[in-house]
């Protein structure tokens, strides 16, 4: 699979995850939020980072940039995206994926390796991880406190849609221990903590992330 | 010209840390009796021309797309006298 990786003004963990996707058995293609172009690749991942500075609001700005028309209209089509952490904040200002992230509830930036639960592999980026999987992966962030009204709450609840839960504590304040969703069909997910840090025995906390990425090269999306 | 202010606000049922923080820091500078602090934004437009039912219309607009995020918060409109 071709899986395009965006890079905006400020963008911090795009070669990151290039290399993840790599890794992970797929071709990685750099895309450009300037451009109105996704080269034809067959997925898109939003990367972390601080896009426009975090200006106005946490993907505020990044919502409007030239790429985001094609990956919100590629998204209505099926096409699996993936943001990580900036890009789930992104995912959520471009009502792709319902909800908001604020300021984590004890002002703190968090940066520590977590332990989270997959409660959804039934996403393309999910896939390769059993049901209720317990894996430990690192979390980065200021902002990551996981907000919506009890109404869509439930309903993620009850459509299955919380596609990983943290354990242990709760790193930010989301509500219900949520640390990633996905849509309604499932394509697009928004995960805080960083799988892409978690590739390599040589760096980070283990290889518990790989999985993300080896999903889409796997036969069951070829 | 003319001055269009948008206030924004965190809805109430939002958490608001910043908010919490500078409540914090209060009693620690003398300052008793502040209960509790939301902390917003403010934007000020300068309008070229008069503001008319249409411009106000677009501040709504521009106020509930890129201003302020309608999932976490509220915004408010209002026209400033001229200096």
Redesign the interface.
Known sequence: MRVGVVTFPGSLDDVDAQRAVRIGGNEAVPLWHGDHDLKGVDAVILPGGFSYGDY??CG?ISR?APVMTEVVEAAGRGMPVLGICNGFQIL??SHLL???L??????KFVCRDQRLRIENNRTPWTAAYEPGSEITIVIKNGEG?F???EPTLDRLEGEGRVVARYLDDNPN?SLRDIAGICNERGNVVGLMPHPEHAVEGLTGCGTDGLGFFTTLASEVFQ | MARVVVDVMPKPEILDPQGKAVLGALPRLGFSGVVDVRQGKRFELEIDGEVTEQVLADVHKMAETLLSNPVIENFSVHVEASA
């Open positions: 106005l609001r505020a409007f959520c200002e319902p909800g908001a604020i300021r984590n509830d004890h002002r406190g907000v919506a009204d304040g």
